[in-house]
């Protein structure tokens, strides 16, 4: 469609702000169904300028567009600059600014097997929308069915991810996905589970220790020796609110003490986020689990620890030794990797470091690397980690330091 009347030179602001105003559609470049939008934010308003007659895609899966509270047939439109903030959509015949468009309801999110194995023998997983026919994955998993847990996640993180997670725009709670076709829980859920009262009884079982004992279950302040979920993918990792809810599945998650969650391992993320700002490029990002936690049982024998045993004593949920993350850039095939030490009761030695700790290389990572009060953790080259932890996958080739 030609838009005439208007001069060449005229633009349109495109605002991407997505700031719990309800249900927004994606965007995506036309013919490009699974590559997203990818104009540069401007910093101060979340814009970012089309010339006339550019068209962009909105799509609301699994649902309805709205324009000025009208409901339309479709689930996409195309939208063609026309003017300033206006758009002309081809399902609405007329012009509408972005802001007035919207969604009926959130893309209600798919979890599926793909019928790939990871790591040779385990299962992949992936999670995303589905648009028309098309699956959209967003976040893939590597998953070991028989203990229950997740290996480790992978997903590209874009440099307008970090808007999210400076301006804290979204505040949206999302419900959490017990992923029932994925886990075989009988009658108990990932609810219950998580309950201190519930998974202390567990632990201290585990450690010939009374189900009251405070010994390592603690009560108390925030940063109190707990355990709490961690998300291997975390919602600041996403910029559209639709892909912040894919965050909050229980196979996104691995057990993991308060102190290295609200601790190095946060700020990781906070570090990688201003990492991203200045590399202004996609990166992909593994982030797994390795081992096993332990602790001294009541006789002073460590003991693995586990958040769930059934009946028949069978033992589920894994506490993991370590949580990992590898960001890499697969246009120059550099990499780099970062360790965490999920234990805090447990004092690192040097010769328990699986690398030469390359973090004076990485002027960007400001944690409190030693202190294990926050999680001990270490930076690594990707290659030499691999030797000590398996789950790290070998189907990307690492060529020199991402940094």
């Not at 990871?118 to 967003?138: H, M, R, S, V």
């Not at 559209?240 to 691995?254: D, P």
């Not at 009060?373 to 189907?395: H, M, Q, T, W």
Request: proline fraction near 4%; hydrophobic fraction near 35%.
């Amino acid at each position: 469609m030609l838009l005439w009347g208007y001069a060449l030179n005229i633009t349109c602001i495109l605002y991407i702000q997505y700031n719990g105003a309800g249900p927004k559609p994606l965007i995506f470049k036309p013919n490009e169904i699974d590559g997203f939008l990818g104009y540069d934010l401007v910093e101060s308003n979340y814009s970012s300028n089309l010339n006339l007659n550019d068209t962009i895609i909105l799509i609301c899966p699994n649902s309805k567009i709205i324009v000025d509270d009208k409901k339309l047939s479709k689930e996409a439109t195309n939208a063609t600059c026309y003017k300033k903030d206006h758009y002309y959509l081809d399902v609405f015949k007329g012009t509408s600014p972005l802001r007035a468009i919207k969604c009926e309801t959130y893309p209600l999110p798919k979890i599926r097997k793909t019928n790939r194995i990871c790591n040779n023998n385990y299962q992949e997983l992936a999670i995303g929308i589905k648009i028309e026919d098309t699956y959209l994955d967003i976040i893939n998993f590597c998953f070991d069915a028989i203990f229950q847990r997740t290996l480790y996640a992978k997903f590209t993180i874009k440099p307008y991810s970090k808007y999210h997670f400076e301006t804290k725009k979204t505040n949206t709670r999302y419900k959490w996905s017990q992923d029932g076709n994925i886990y075989h829980l009988g009658k108990i859920t990932f609810d219950k589970i998580y309950r201190k009262f519930a998974y202390k009884k567990y632990i201290n079982m585990q450690l010939g220790l009374p189900q009251e004992s405070k010994d390592y279950i603690e009560d108390g302040s925030i940063m109190s020796k707990v355990i709490v979920k961690g998300q291997l993918v975390s919602k600041s990792d996403f910029f559209y609110e639709a892909f912040q809810s894919l965050t909050h599945h229980y196979v996104n998650t691995a057990p993991q003490w308060m102190n290295l969650n609200m601790g190095n391992w946060l700020h990781l993320r906070k570090c990688i986020k201003k990492f991203l700002n200045m590399y202004g490029m996609d990166l992909m990002v593994y982030s797994g689990t390795h081992g096993f936690c332990q602790l001294p049982d009541s006789e002073g024998i460590p003991q693995q620890l586990y958040l769930y045993i059934d009946d028949f004593n069978n033992k589920y949920f894994p506490v993991p030794q370590l949580f990992w993350l590898v960001l890499y850039d697969p246009n120059i095939r550099a990499g780099v990797a970062f360790v965490s030490v999920n234990n805090p009761y447990l004092f690192v030695y040097q010769e328990d470091v699986l690398c030469r700790d390359i973090c004076k290389k990485l002027p960007w990572i400001t944690w409190d690397a030693t202190n294990a009060a926050k999680g001990y953790s270490y930076c690594c080259e990707v290659d030499e980690l691999r030797k000590s932890v398996e789950e790290i996958p070998n189907d990307f080739i690492v060529d020199r330091l991402l940094h």
